[in-house]
């Protein structure tokens, strides 16, 4: 290749990269920015997730069940007479 | 013009050239100096400009790991973590924002208070405001825009069992480590990676943006326990109320699935509040099953008893006479409470007679019992890794007096924890195999092989036996369990002081086996130092075994040998089409 070719494309390959540099940046920018906004929204849900957890498990709670049973449901533990076991595959 | 310009030319005056010359020169040497600072980096400049200005700007913060959950078997929460904001200001900003009052009022605090805690700050950058705040609440302080007042992301842990599980899981200090019980065994799994952050700040040390992520935050892993929460929870409630029933100062229970070497529940009293950190008894958060060792006394019978069949100079049928209901020892008298006379040697284990234990143990020597105990884990820690842990201990003497060699055989001498009693009747429920304690859920279904350390057909033998300590002879008759053949032993050892054993103080135990036609489920149970006169293993501790024990074969979907017939319409073959 002739040597006067040489700068020209030397000084064009510079600028593309001087492009690149900015668009990459900016491009970390808005990436970065988008991981923030999404870190912000997976806290939320995080603290949605974790409320309801234990909104749950203090719902579900057994002590609550078998108060609730016993006393709403006026349920109780049948005797050995009335107690029957369901086996799979057997009725 | 041309003229001019051609004649102006060589007519430039010196003293122009002179100063444009000057300036020339000026700008030259700020340019090269430039030039030797950012681009040829002499003296390592642009690294020293770049942190100077980085020092002035750039800050790192903590990004929170997520703290791995704790579950049960079936994946209830029974530790969790939840975002939570901390409230921070700059004391020296705060002070000139001239908005205590609104700020105190939106936190919930007096004035005063926060005008004092701001005094005692005041040469310092930083104070917590209030630590740990719901993110509801803490959005509206911040809402306010008061300078000087930050908020810092953090979690918090929730314990949704309360103190039902308390001692297993234990707790975490308010910087989120782990400090007692799984959560500090677990620490590392648990916790995560802390992330670290660099933003830049403004001059009074406001974020503006962040400029990256140096280190990504890795959330901690979820465990999964081998604790069922039902089971639990309704050993955590027939132990409290056994408190009461007996008057009893403390208690354990512990239930072992045999087959898998899960630990199912695992429950103490006296009990704290994980949630609350106000009233908080560091006494309270042992968890006793693991850190509690005494000397078993009569539990080790049936230990015992595999010696001797061991040995094969005894079978179960073998006579031991008992009369006179008495035997002297050295120069110790042991008493049975009433002269049984000549009995089969399963009916010593079912009486826990003292004067047929010693007899055998006269018979065989205490090197077989050692052996057995050793191989039943006594004297070693399991394998559960719990902080606090405590192994037990087996005699370790030169010279073995006559006393010694026989209080060994039933129980005196050595110590061992409630979890390692089960541990060892768990080798009965397992056809003589030995199979490794956890407290994290297996996958289901595994019937772990095991170490053998005895013949099945002596564990069948003594289940045999166990079985017979339930029936209307033996001494647990309050174990039973309706519907169910359970087996056990009871135990009743003196307490000891410190200068010795305690007169009236008394630990009632109970270890038991069930089912019987298919042993799987084996649960301990200790009553510390039971008031009146019920004070024996079979009255205080057994009764509690027979309602743990009904509420975990129901739970383990286990048939009762004899139930109802099935009524006429279910058993249709109608029902399931």
């Not at chain 2, 001239?98 to 009022?105: E, F, I, Q, S």
């Not at chain 2, 070693?380 to 010279?399: A, D, Q």
Request: hydrophobic share 40%.
């Amino acid at each position: 290749m002739p040597l006067r070719w040489l700068t020209p494309l030397l000084i064009i390959a510079v600028v593309a990269s001087c492009l690149a540099i900015i668009r990459s940046t900016h491009a970390t920018r808005a990436y970065y920015a988008d991981l923030q906004r999404i870190e912000g929204t997976h806290w939320y849900l995080q603290e949605d997730y974790s409320r309801l957890m234990l909104e749950r498990s203090t719902l579900a709670s057994p002590h609550r069940i078998a108060k609730m049973a016993r006393d709403e449901l006026v349920m109780r533990t049948p005797d050995l007479a009335a107690y029957r076991t369901l086996v799979e595959g057997v009725y | 013009m041309a003229k001019n310009g051609v004649a102006a030319a060589p007519g430039m005056p010196w003293r122009l050239v002179t100063v444009v010359g000057l300036l020339l020169i000026l700008a030259a040497s700020v340019v090269g100096r430039l030039v030797l600072i950012q681009v040829v980096d002499q003296e390592r400049g642009a690294a020293f400009l770049r942190e100077q200005g980085a020092m002035r700007a750039v800050r790192s913060a903590e990004i929170p790991a997520y703290r791995g959950m704790v579950t049960d078997r079936r994946g209830e929460p029974l530790a969790i973590s939840t975002p939570v904001i901390t409230l921070w200001a700059d004391p020296q900003r705060l002070r000139e924002s001239g908005r205590l009052g609104v700020l105190a009022n939106a936190l919930g605090q007096s004035e005063l208070e926060l005008q004092q805690r701001l005094e005692l700050y005041s040469d310092k950058r930083f104070m917590y405001l209030a630590r740990h705040q719901t993110p509801d609440l803490a959005r509206r302080v911040l809402g306010l825009k008061i300078v000087g007042v930050g908020g810092k992301r953090e979690y918090r842990r929730f314990y949704p069992a309360g103190e039902v599980a308390s001692q297993i899981i234990g707790l975490t200090n308010v910087d989120g480590k782990g400090i007692a019980g799984l959560e500090k065994a677990y620490e590392d799994v648990l916790h995560g990676r802390v992330g670290q952050k660099r933003y830049i700040k403004d001059l009074h040390g406001d974020a503006i943006r962040d400029v990256g992520v140096v280190r990504e935050a890795r959330p901690g892993q979820s465990i999964a326990l081998s604790i069922d929460l039902r089971l639990q929870y309704l050993q955590h409630r027939e132990l409290q109320r056994a408190m009461v029933e007996t008057g009893a100062e403390a208690g354990a229970a512990v239930t072992v699935d045999a087959w898998t070497g899960e630990i199912l529940a695992m429950t103490n009293h006296p009990v704290f509040n994980p949630n609350s950190r106000s009233a908080f008894d560091y006494a309270a958060t042992r968890n006793r099953v693991v850190t509690d060792a005494f000397e078993p006394g009569s539990t080790m019978k049936p230990l015992t008893l595999v010696a001797a069949l061991e040995t094969g100079a005894f079978t179960l049928d073998s006579i031991i006479d008992t009369s006179p209901g008495r035997i002297r020892v050295g120069r110790k008298v042991l008493p049975d409470p009433l002269n049984y006379g000549a009995i089969s040697v399963s009916r010593v284990i079912e009486k826990s007679s003292q004067v047929g234990v010693t007899k055998m143990a006269q018979a065989i020597g205490h090197e077989p019992v050692l052996s057995v105990y050793r191989r039943f884990g006594l004297g070693e820690p399991s394998s559960i890794g719990f902080p606090g842990e405590r192994s037990g201990s087996l005699p370790n003497r030169e010279r073995w007096s006559e006393i010694e060699k026989v209080t060994l055989a039933f129980g005196y001498g050595l110590t061992a924890t409630p979890l390692q009693l089960a541990q060892a009747y768990a080798v009965f429920a397992n056809q003589g195999r030995r199979v490794p304690l956890t407290l994290l859920k297996r996958e289901p279904g595994a019937r772990l092989p095991g170490e053998p350390v005895i013949s099945e057909e002596i564990a069948k033998q003594v289940l045999t036996v166990l079985h017979r300590v339930t029936g209307s002879e033996g001494t647990a008759s309050k174990a039973r369990v309706p519907g169910f053949s359970v087996g056990g032993k009871t135990g009743t050892v003196h307490k000891v002081g410190p200068s010795g054993y305690l007169p009236d103080q008394y630990l009632a135990l109970f270890v038991g086996v069930a089912p019987m036609d298919n042993p799987r489920y084996v649960t301990a149970v200790v009553v510390d130092q039971p008031k009146g006169d019920n004070y024996g293993g079979g009255a205080a501790a057994a009764p509690v075994y027979s309602r743990i024990t009904d509420g975990v074969l129901r739970l383990r979907n286990q048939r009762p040998e004899v139930e109802g017939d099935m009524p006429a319409q279910l058993a249709s073959s109608e029902v399931g089409r």
